[in-house]
């Protein structure tokens, strides 16, 4: 049985070809942000084009239940296109958010070689709560994608899968993100990793979004 539930949590920090537009968006409590849309295009060590578009990202950011500085709550949403110059043997998205607590997101970048790998970060259990003090960030994954392996476990992945085509698309509506205990100012940043793998090559490439306070 295969299913998709959200949201995973990883810690931040992942080596990828990346692309980033850091004018930061101002955003408090019960404030709505629309964020723009953005398209870049990044080529392969084999000279395949990868191409992503992210539109209709927005925020939704209020304050918890909890009632204190040290809680945040934010509804996300947006959609994702990835199309490739020719068709690849396969392709992953992984999206999700770049959270931090006193730390400025916009200023993230990363570098990446012709080999990707699937390691990436460390991942938490699906829906936990974002814990951050000063000076920490994590990357908050949108999806997490229950399967069985080969042996009948189950196991848990955050990138949706498409095969041998040249184009992918997923998008997610209204998912909550919860920071808690940050006392100072917190943003976050949408992120998405491509992988991408051909006859020729296989590479991560990182596309950021625009930041946007939390409070």
Known sequence: ????????????????????????????????????????????GDGTKVTLTRSNERANINPSLGGTPLHRNAWVSATYNVKTSKKVSSIKLQVGYVVGCQVSV???????????????????????TISLGPGQAVNY??????????????????????????????????????????????QARSIANVFVDTDNARQILTFYGRPFSLG
């Open 1 to 44: 049985m295969k299913k998709i539930s959200s949201v995973a949590l990883a810690v931040a920090g992942l080596s990828a070809a990346a692309v980033a537009i850091s004018t930061p968006a101002v955003a408090g409590a019960d404030v709505k942000v629309v964020l723009p849309s953005q398209t870049a295009t990044q080529t392969l």
């Open 106 to 128: 916009g200023s993230l970048s990363g570098s990446g070689g012709a080999k990707g790998n699937d390691t990436g970060p460390t991942e938490l259990s699906a829906g936990s």
């Open 141 to 186: 994954y949108v999806f997490d994608y229950e399967k069985a392996d080969d042996f009948g476990n189950q196991k848990h992945d955050t990138k949706i899968s498409y095969k041998k085509t040249d184009h992918g698309r997923l998008s997610y509506t209204n998912q909550t993100m919860q920071v808690n205990g940050c006392g100072g100012y917190a």
